[in-house]
C-alpha cells in the first residue's frame, strides 16, 4: 500500500516529466490546436535491505560539508566531482 509505504519514511520518490503530442487520426470539427501534453510520471519504491529513519539522519552532516553552504570550513569540504 503506497501510503503505508510514504508514512514509513523508508521510501525513495522519482519524478519525470515528459511531453505527449496527441495528433488524432480522425478528423474532428471542432478539433483543438492544443495537442501537446506536459506530464508527469512517478514512482514511489521502498528502501529495503536493512535500511532504517536513523540511516538517513544526514542533512546536518551533508550540509557541513557541502560547498553550497556559505559557512562551511574549507577543511571539511568535500572534494569536487568531475
Request: aromatic share 8%; glycine share 2%; hydrophobic share 35%.
Amino acid at each position: 500500500n503506497f501510503q503505508t509505504i510514504g508514512k514509513s519514511l523508508l521510501a525513495s520518490y522519482a519524478y519525470d516529466n515528459f511531453d505527449v503530442d496527441l495528433k488524432s487520426q480522425v478528423p474532428q470539427s471542432e478539433k483543438s490546436n492544443e495537442t501537446l501534453k506536459h506530464l508527469t510520471s512517478s514512482f514511489l519504491f521502498p528502501l529495503e535491505h536493512g535500511v532504517t529513519t536513523d540511516d538517513l539522519k544526514c542533512s546536518e552532516e551533508l550540509w557541513r560539508q557541502s560547498m553550497l553552504n556559505p559557512c562551511a570550513q574549507l577543511s571539511m569540504l568535500l572534494p569536487k566531482r568531475s
